[in-house]
């Protein structure tokens, strides 16, 4: 399996794959993502409409540019997980303070909003398998799967 055809699907399906489970847990399992797991979000979004973009636009060339950058995007979050996952086992330190987003609104409305919002630590996991957090999971996924979009694109005999 070699090409920009296998590269851009696994540069669709890995972030993809990644964010539903991250969607999933938090609307079905109830975990609330803390700051930097919003930080390791958007580069999967940001890989999803990449790959996307790769199978609707025509061009080879076109494609290939958007499923390296796809490619990078999944290898950043990961890095992103990898500090993530540090901070969680005291490796280094994270954030000094934890932040909170409210919608606009009154003031009385923000800060029911503030009030009604969980409030979750960067520096806790709040599930683990095997003693792996989802942030180490998330890096030790999307760094490989990176790494092999980019490595199917450079590839000789591209389909």
């Known amino acids: 399996m070699q090409g920009l055809a296998p590269a851009r699907l696994l540069a669709l399906i890995v972030p993809a794959a990644l964010m539903a489970g991250a969607l999933g847990s938090q609307y079905i399992g ?30 080879r060339g076109l494609r290939s540019f ?35 987003t409210s919608a606009a609104g009154s003031a009385s409305q923000v800060l029911a909003d503030i009030m009604a919002t969980p409030l979750i630590r960067c520096d806790q996991p709040q599930w683990t398998l095997f003693g792996i957090s989802l942030a ?19 590839r000789k005999g591209r389909a």
């Open 30 to 59: 109830g975990l609330y993502p803390c700051e930097m797991c919003h930080w390791q979000r958007w580069p999967h979004y940001a890989a999803i409409a990449l790959a996307a973009l790769a199978f609707l636009l025509p061009g």
């Open 66 to 100: 958007l499923v390296v950058f796809a490619g990078l995007a999944i290898i950043t979050s990961g890095l992103i997980g990898v500090f993530h996952a540090g901070v969680e086992y005291r490796w280094w330190e994270g954030l000094t303070s934890c932040s909170v």
């Open 136 to 154: 180490g999971y998330n890096a030790l996924i999307s760094i490989p799967a990176g790494l092999w979009v980019l490595a199917l694109l450079a």
